[in-house]
Structure formats: structure tokens, C-alpha cells
């Protein structure tokens, strides 16, 4: 059983950029969410998917969107990049429907210069 | 009405001592409330969940107590060790909204040797 895998772990972007972090959702989970760990807080939900569309969505703006694959991995895209975007990105997965709660990738960890 | 909050902020204990981390909730439509455990450069593991029509779970040294008509429920750790030093969240989750977790803002516990 593989876990939650995300890549890239670390990247740097500039203000205004465009960036796009991925997602291997464990084997056997059929939704993925993304979450945002500013520094020192807790994760903050940014949406999830279940089969291929957005089925849940946080207090972000609409330049943060994803996309969930067939194969139940998943990207998330952060369009016109603000300082404020730099945090850890989180990636989870799980079975809609689990009693047992997310596993989380190791997350990535975005710095907006 | 989605906040949890958590505290201490911060938790420094001897090692064989008793670790209490507390959070409150608001939205009375949370159905799950689920612990996690999270090392420097990870992503959060899930360590122990309750569901509000159970009072207290207990899982080998941790014990999550409920309280539901105070909106309250807490993290103990029995004899903590040096292993258990880590940022812990608790974490709230909605009957009609999947996957979809409200975190508090974290404790970070130290145990002494």
C-alpha cells in the first residue's frame, strides 16, 4: 500500500506567477482535498474532488482550482500568486465515505517572492 | 460558525506526565472529531477520532474525552515521552460536507526527559 505522494516538496515563485502542485492519491481513495498550512497554523481546506469534480470548496478565491484524474491523483493551480500564498500545501486522501479520516501527504511547501 | 479553537498554543511536559490539550467548537452539525499528529516537515497522521454519541475513546496512551453539550472535547496523553514531542490538531468535521475538515490552530507539546 503506497501513501499520499506530492510533489514538487519545496518551490519558490515570484508574485504574480502561476504555480501547479501534484498529487499520487493513496491506492484505493477515490477523493483527494487540498489544504494550505500558512506557518504555525492550522490547515485551512481549499476543496476536494470525487470523481473528477470539485465537490467541496473553502473560503479561497476562484484562482485557486484543481483537477482530479482517473486515476484519482490530483493537481492544484494557484493563479496570479500573492505573497500571502506561501505556505505548506497539503494534499489528503481518503474514501468519501471513511470512518478512518484522511492520509496526508508530506506536503509541498510554496515561497512566494 | 465553522471555528474550532484550540489551546494551549503551547505545552511543555516532564516525561511520564500527562499531556491535556483542549478544543471547543461552534457548529453543532460537526459529526467527527478526529486528532492528528504532525513532525516537522510532515504531513498530519491521524491518531485517534471520536464521534459525539461516545463520551471518551481510548487508544493506548491517548484518550479523547467529549463533551457535547459543552462543545468541548480534549487530547489526553498518559505517561508522555520524547517521541510524543510534536504539533498536535484537533479537528472538526461536518455530517453533509464529506471530507471536508475544520482544524484548530495547533499545539505544539514539548516532553522533557
Known amino acids: 500500500e503506497t501513501g499520499v505522494t506530492q510533489s514538487p516538496t519545496h518551490l519558490i515563485k515570484t508574485r504574480g506567477q502561476q504555480v501547479t502542485l501534484r498529487c499520487s492519491s493513496q491506492s484505493g481513495h477515490n477523493t483527494v482535498s487540498w489544504y494550505q498550512q500558512a506557518l504555525g497554523q492550522g490547515p485551512q481546506f481549499i476543496f476536494q474532488?470525487?470523481?473528477?469534480?470539485?465537490?467541496g470548496r473553502g473560503n479561497f478565491p476562484p484562482r485557486f482550482s484543481g483537477l482530479q484524474f482517473p486515476n484519482y491523483s490530483s493537481e492544484l493551480n494557484v493563479n496570479a500568486l500573492e505573497l500571502d500564498d506561501s505556505a505548506l500545501y497539503l494534499c489528503?486522501?481518503?474514501?468519501?465515505?471513511?470512518?478512518?479520516?484522511?492520509?496526508f501527504g508530506s506536503g509541498t511547501r510554496l515561497t512566494v517572492v | 460558525q465553522q471555528q474550532v479553537k484550540q489551546s494551549p498554543q503551547s505545552l511543555i511536559v516532564q516525561k511520564g506526565g500527562i499531556s491535556i490539550i483542549n478544543c471547543a467548537y461552534e457548529?453543532?452539525?460537526?459529526?467527527?472529531f478526529p486528532w492528528y499528529q504532525q513532525f516537522p516537515g510532515k504531513g498530519p497522521a491521524l491518531l485517534i477520532a471520536?464521534?459525539?454519541?461516545?463520551s471518551e475513546k481510548k487508544e493506548g496512551r491517548f484518550t479523547i474525552s467529549f463533551n457535547k453539550s459543552a462543545k468541548q472535547f480534549s487530547l489526553h496523553i498518559m505517561d508522555s515521552q520524547p517521541g510524543d514531542s510534536a504539533t498536535y490538531f484537533c479537528a472538526a468535521r461536518p455530517n453533509n460536507a464529506g471530507n471536508m475538515l475544520t482544524f484548530g490552530g495547533g499545539t505544539r507539546l514539548m516532553v522533557k526527559p
Open positions: 489528503a486522501s481518503s474514501l468519501l465515505t471513511s470512518n478512518y479520516g484522511y492520509t
Open positions: 457548529n453543532t452539525a460537526f459529526d467527527y
Open positions: 474532488y470525487y470523481r473528477e469534480e470539485e465537490n
Open positions: 471520536i464521534r459525539p454519541d461516545v
